[in-house]
């Protein structure tokens, strides 16, 4: 075993003697292609140490992380931790606008803080379509032991990812895109990185390997389920069980009894299930297309199997319906709006959620970004936001601060969208450190869509179907509307999220369809703290990457000789104790 992976092994084992102040987690990804038959047709997957989907991180508040990514693709490599605030450290947050591609065959680590979150997440590869291909994995955040939870502890922990999936690989599906073509219906549904169970002869064909979660009967478990598709809202249900809503993306939910919950791509829920069901067959766990013609996406359901340990057989028959509200568009925004925050739990930490009053604080900046179908610019097929198509700088925004570079990207995103031709460009949001920013998404378009912030949790305040106007802050939830990192905007629908700007650096804003997502549909909000004496934002990292026009400072690198360097730790204590853990060994 050579150096590194020595280390690797003893930072990994002994990452929990470290003192409380100052704890650490270990992980190491070797990214590569695997050939595998999710959907019963073999197919190039994107695998994270030969496993599709990858390894969920499991973390608790205010520990420190060390992820070491080894990229054995064909091509540049970024993972995102989605809906992981950075805290101070945009440097970390693995998009095109913040760092620069690990290149093919090379190490490059990330370092930061979980700082004062808890909660489900996921992440995934944010490059060159590649989450069309898998890379993508769950990621957990426990909350620390000192501070009480707004439900009993279950007994089990269970993470579950459904998305829609295709059986062209990323490249495939990119050159669609840039062809100017459209992705079409998907093949079907994944749950875990599995196929459907064979619920249909006539839709699910023999042979394929699907999802079984085994419970014991009596028992209440946490399950907590990620969208990690490209473009398809999915409707999760239990045959038969009821599913208490309890946390989303960070945050603790009033607690609601749902038979299902539409799941919205990039979202993250956790429900407490209670194994109350009689064992005389498995029951479905179903994930179906949502906000399409539900008729002709059939196909587009994934099917896993909920298993007693007593159970005496298969589960048969139908599936336990969808919402049969095909006539009724309200009924899913309704849902949505249902969902609320629980201000009196304690979140991260010992104070209530609530105590943030959101409402009372004065909106400081309003943009309103507005997404329409896709368009022609310049003979090629684009999407935009507010009439600007965007254009990822060949160097990080933040990088061409440090090192002065001019003309990366422009600080004029407009507040209202433009009323000429839309146009391609990097131009992102200046705003304010420590403003309070008012955002109305939009959405103009025929499809669903899904919005993320990144660096933030912000307060989802409010949706409805029609154009937003001033007259439509007065339905605003200026209470407990949740707080969370990705929100659905519907149809012909906007919807209303509120930020406070505390965290500096630069933040992607972006839909979480990904097809609309490669095609321009995003922007970046820069916040950068004035008082330059104010050490408010962490520094590049000592292993920071270069490109674009810093090209020049990048430094060769050879894993064989400089693995250990290429991890790129800030704390040297760290290395001294795994070395003298060697030794007693």
């Known amino acids: 075993m050579d150096v590194f992976k020595i280390l690797l092994l003893m930072f990994f084992v002994n990452s929990r003697l470290c003192s409380a102040a100052d704890p650490y987690a270990f992980y190491n990804f070797e990214v590569s292609y695997i050939t595998a038959s999710p959907l019963g047709v073999p197919q190039q997957v994107i695998a994270i140490n030969g496993k599709f989907p990858g390894p969920t991180i499991n973390v608790t508040t205010n520990e420190n992380l060390v992820v070491n990514v080894r990229n054995k693709l064909d091509e540049g490599l970024l993972l995102h931790w989605s809906g992981i605030q950075q805290r101070r450290v945009s440097w970390q947050d693995g998009l095109a606008g913040t760092n620069c591609p690990i290149p093919p065959k090379w190490n490059w680590t990330y370092e930061f803080q979980v700082k004062d979150q808890i909660g489900s997440f996921f992440y995934f590869p944010s490059l060159h379509f590649q989450k069309a291909s898998g890379g993508f994995g769950s990621f957990v955040v426990n909350p620390r032991s000192v501070i009480p939870v707004p439900f009993s502890t279950p007994d089990g922990d269970i993470t579950i990812t459904i998305g829609d999936w295709y059986t062209r690989n990323h490249t495939a599906l990119r050159k669609a895109l840039d062809d100017g073509k459209d992705l079409g219906m998907p093949d079907g549904v994944l749950i875990n990185g599995k196929g459907p169970y064979q619920y249909n002869k006539t839709l699910v064909p023999d042979g394929i390997d699907f999802e079984t979660i085994t419970v014991h009967p009596g028992r209440t478990y946490r399950l ?37 919950l539409d799941i919205h791509v990039g979202q993250s829920y956790s429900f407490l299930v209670t194994m109350d069901q009689n064992a005389s067959s498995d029951y479905y766990i179903v994930a179906s297309a949502r906000i399409v013609n539900e008729t002709i996406w059939r196909r587009v359901t994934g099917v896993g199997i909920l298993h007693y340990t007593n159970s005496k057989g298969k589960a048969t028959g139908h599936l336990p319906p969808g919402p049969q509200d095909e006539f009724d568009k309200t009924f899913s925004m309704n849902q949505a709006r249902s969902i609320r925050w629980n201000v009196s739990a304690s979140g991260a930490r010992p104070n209530p959620q609530g105590s943030f009053k959101y409402g009372s604080i004065n909106v400081t900046e309003v943009y309103v970004l507005r997404n329409m179908p896709p368009v022609k610019i310049n003979g090629k097929r684009r ?11 060949s160097t990080p925004i933040r990088l061409a601060d440090k090192h002065k570079v001019k003309g990366v990207y422009k600080l004029d995103f407009p507040k209202r969208p433009l ?37 933030y949790a912000f307060f989802a305040v409010g949706m409805d179907y029609g154009e937003w106007t001033e007259n439509s802050r007065g339905t605003y939830n200026k209470w407990d ?12 629908a906007w919807s209303a999220i509120l930020i406070s700007l505390d965290n500096p650096g630069a933040w992607n804003l972006r839909t979480e369809n990904l097809d609309s997502w490669y095609l321009g549909q995003e922007t970046y909000v820069r916040v950068v703290n004035p008082d330059e004496n104010n050490k408010t934002e962490f520094g590049a990292p000592a292993n920071v990457l270069y490109c674009g026009a810093l090209s020049k400072l990048q430094k060769p690198q050879k894993i064989s000789s400089s693995a250990i360097r290429s991890i790129g730790f800030t704390n040297l204590s760290m290395i001294v104790m795994a070395l003298v853990m060697m030794l007693l060994h």
């Not at 000429?420 to 499809?447: A, C, H, W």
């Not at 509307?481 to 012909?492: C, E, F, K, L, M």
């Open 224 to 260: 907590r389920v990620s969208n990690v598709g490209i473009s398809t809202s999915l409707n999760f249900r239990i045959q038969g069980h009821n599913l208490v809503l309890a946390e989303s993306e960070g945050s603790y939910t009033v607690q609601q009894n749902y038979t299902s």
């Open 419 to 455: 009323t000429g031709p839309p146009r391609r460009e990097t131009s992102i949001i200046n705003g304010t450190y420590r403003g309070f920013m008012e955002v109305i998404l939009q959405n103009n378009d025929t499809k669903m869509q899904s919005y993320h912030m990144s660096g």
């Open 481 to 492: 509307g949740i707080a969370r990192s990705t929100i659905q905007v519907y149809p012909g």
């Open 383 to 393: 999407t935009t936001l507010s009439g600007i198509s965007f254009v990822n700088p």
